[in-house]
């Protein structure tokens, strides 16, 4: 056995590691650092008693309090949903009108609404109500059948060309190609691209102004400015949903397109439905 190695000015046996000649004195733990390490590892051990805390094949040791975060989470989910309920109820039983002119119900409807806006309608409208090519921007004052409060209800609720909702709005503009040639079709264009810019050809524009006051005045009106109850666009305001410039336009008068909309009302609720359209009317382009 090998004599053990005392520490000449210390007097302190060393523990027989050296690193470059430095060796290490084996000196004790103080005490307090180990009363403190074995505390740690009793309040482990009642930790594992009381809580779950010990992993099995399918679950873990329920522990003796029976405590558990999720049930904790979802009482306090169920304790939100209750006192969200009660505004549910008053929101169903009131008209839009009323639900607008009431602050918190307004504040709640249009967070609630904002909310659905993201899961439901925000993969065509944009994530900011902005619109993008042939779907409308519900941020301005343009509305193709009305941006007062019940207008937006019923287009919400009922839809726009939805073959599954018998109330929905419908509306379908003709194909041109079937009645005006090419050259008529381009004067038409140059008309309406004039109303609110400089036509290509001031001679096609003049030209196609009787041709639009015969064929199309009849749902855009004679001022290009449409009209909500047939949801035909407003041609005189330099909003442009389904087509901007001649050519673009030609081609919608030649063969239009039509786009669609769900009815929300029987995937949604009446309430949800209501929260959406506070949510959409107080964007800014509600009138």
Not at 52 to 75: C, V
Not at 86 to 108: G, N, Q, W
Not at 225 to 238: I, Q, S, T
Not at 263 to 287: P, Q
């Amino acid at each position: 056995m090998s004599e053990k190695h005392i520490d000449e000015i210390s007097g302190v046996e060393t523990t027989g590691h050296e690193w470059d000649g430095i060796r290490e004195l084996n000196n004790p733990m103080p005490r307090w650092w180990v009363w403190t390490f074995y505390v740690t590892i009793l309040w482990a051990i009642g930790y594992a008693i009381a809580y779950p805390a010990i992993p099995m094949i399918t679950s873990a040791t329920e522990g003796y309090l029976g405590y558990s975060t999720r049930a904790e989470f979802q009482q306090d989910l169920d304790q939100a949903k209750a006192g969200q309920m009660k505004f549910h109820d008053m929101i169903a039983s009131k008209t839009v009108e009323e639900i607008d002119a009431d602050p918190t119900l307004r504040e709640f409807a249009i967070a609630g609404g904002a909310s659905s806006f993201k899961v439901n309608c925000a993969p065509c409208h944009g994530s900011g109500a902005s619109g993008g090519p042939g779907f409308p921007n519900l941020n301005d004052d343009d509305w193709l059948w009305g941006g007062d409060l019940q207008s937006i209800q019923t287009t919400i609720a009922h839809g726009i060309r939805f073959d599954g909702d018998g109330d929905s709005h419908v509306s379908e503009m003709p194909a041109f190609a079937d009645m005006l040639d090419p050259t008529q079709t381009k004067q038409v264009a140059a008309y309406v691209w004039g109303l609110t810019n400089k036509p290509s050809d001031q001679a096609l524009a003049e030209a196609g102004r009787q041709l639009f006051l015969d064929n199309c005045a009849a749902c855009h009106g004679e001022d290009g400015k449409g009209k909500v109850d047939m949801g035909a666009p407003d041609l005189a305001d330099a909003i442009w949903l389904k087509a901007k410039g001649e050519e673009a336009i030609a081609r919608q008068i030649a063969a239009p397109k039509h786009g669609v909309m769900p009815a929300w009302a029987s995937r949604l609720g009446e309430a949800s439905v209501k929260e959406l359209t506070v949510f959409v009317h107080s964007l800014g382009g509600g009138t």
